[in-house]
């Protein structure tokens, strides 16, 4: 024991004498955060919206007045009056506007005679998240003016009542999640991966091999030094995320400390399977090539950034041996429903197995002689 702690102070001591690289393991996801969070996830507002009357009639009047009431409260769009559809057609190819409402002919008369009166909506779909805003945005004024104006006694309708468990949750909030394991998984790269290889460039490992101290001692004392590097670049930065997207359960005595342990085994997880990778590698440059590519493979699949069941089968089925995955799905759960510890035992589970494993492999693939 004493000869595994001693190589975990040494690798603590380094760590902490060098501020430059715990600073940059933090910036990068709170980086992220921040920009992500405030980019993605807004409404969509003050898009040029082009509208053609060709029918200047009583409700066509009626669907001119809803979109400028649209304009005014909502602001999703800004209506553009246009005199001809061409012209309209033009200036959404040209992407001047982003789409452009066609009221035609002979409506006010469909209308009157229900005679399955239409109104065109043309759509610049190379933005989906644009479009998407514009679409259900129409669609719901259409809704509002098939309503009958006087309602039923006895509504024969099937009516929706949506009831929400939680508070709205803003996309920062939703994105916190996988900024906390990023920052473990940038801190497990510096402090753990490239710090064993420059250790192994510099000889460091030589000296560790004329002592008496065993193959598993010494993977396990660098595992555990890397797993509490990780662990206070996971907690710093869901202290300050959590500071900077206003979630306030963070700072609860039991909340904090299940989220602690959640960290914690999340860096071990990370730890022993950045060990494992690197464990016969001697070139420098590869491990850099290596980080770049995981941090594809496992970040973004992982439903930090988009839901796992939007994904295709063949990636999702990649999702259940990610150790992201789980790590993230219990931070939300934590996090964002305020659950308490039990819900995530089974992510818990799941990345101290993988971390078990790849301890394992770490320690075969361990060469004990030079």
């Known amino acids: 024991m004493q000869r595994i702690l001693a190589i975990i102070e040494r690798e603590m001591r380094r760590y902490l004498r060098s501020p430059a690289l715990i600073f940059i393991a933090l910036v990068l996801p709170l980086g992220q955060l921040i920009i992500l969070g405030n980019s993605f996830g807004g409404k969509v507002q003050d898009v ?14 009626r669907v001119r ?4 009431s649209v304009e005014s409260t909502a602001k999703t769009f800004q209506v553009v009056l246009y005199q001809t559809e061409g012209e309209a057609l033009r200036d959404v190819h040209s992407g001047r506007v982003k789409g452009a409402v066609i009221i035609p002919p002979e409506f006010s008369r469909m209308v009157y005679s229900d005679n399955r009166p239409r109104l065109g909506l043309l759509l610049d779909n190379t933005d989906a998240f644009i479009s998407s805003a514009i679409s259900q945005s129409l669609s719901g004024l259409v ?30 909030q939703y994105m916190l999640p996988g900024a906390i394991t990023l920052a473990m998984f940038v801190s497990v ?4 991966g490239m710090a064993y290889i420059d250790d192994k460039s510099r000889g460091v490992h030589e000296a560790y091999l004329v002592t008496p101290i065993t193959k ?22 869901m202290v300050l995320g959590s500071l900077i997207a206003g979630v306030g359960t963070t700072f609860q005595p039991l909340h904090f400390l299940s989220l602690s342990v959640l960290v914690l085994f999340t860096s071990f997880a990370f730890m022993t399977m950045m060990s494992a ?30 839901p796992v069941e939007a994904l295709p089968g063949w ?10 995955t789980y790590a993230i799905d219990g931070f939300r759960g934590l996090l964002l429903r305020g659950t308490s510890i039990g819900p995530v035992l089974g992510d818990i589970a799941c990345l101290a197995v993988f971390g078990a494993i790849m301890l394992a492999i770490n320690t075969l693939l361990f060469k004990r002689t030079l």
């Open 189 to 192: 790269m510096i402090g753990g």
């Open 315 to 324: 990636l999702r089925a990649i999702t259940r041996f990610d150790p992201f």
């Open 65 to 68: 007045e809803a979109l400028q």
């Open 216 to 237: 598993f001692e010494l993977v396990l004392a660098m595992n555990i030094a890397g797993t509490l590097k990780a662990a206070a670049g996971g907690l710093s930065l």
């Open 143 to 172: 809704t509002a003016f098939n309503s009958p104006s006087v309602e039923s006694r006895l509504p024969q309708q099937i009516a929706l009542e949506q009831v929400e468990l939680y508070p709205y949750v803003p996309y920062m």
């Open 48 to 61: 040029r919206l082009a509208m053609v009357d060709e029918d200047r009639g009583p409700e066509a009047r």
């Open 277 to 306: 990778i690197v464990a016969r590698i001697s070139n420098p440059m590869i491990p850099r090539a290596i980080f770049g590519v995981l941090n594809t493979l496992l970040y973004f699949p992982s439903g930090a950034i988009y």
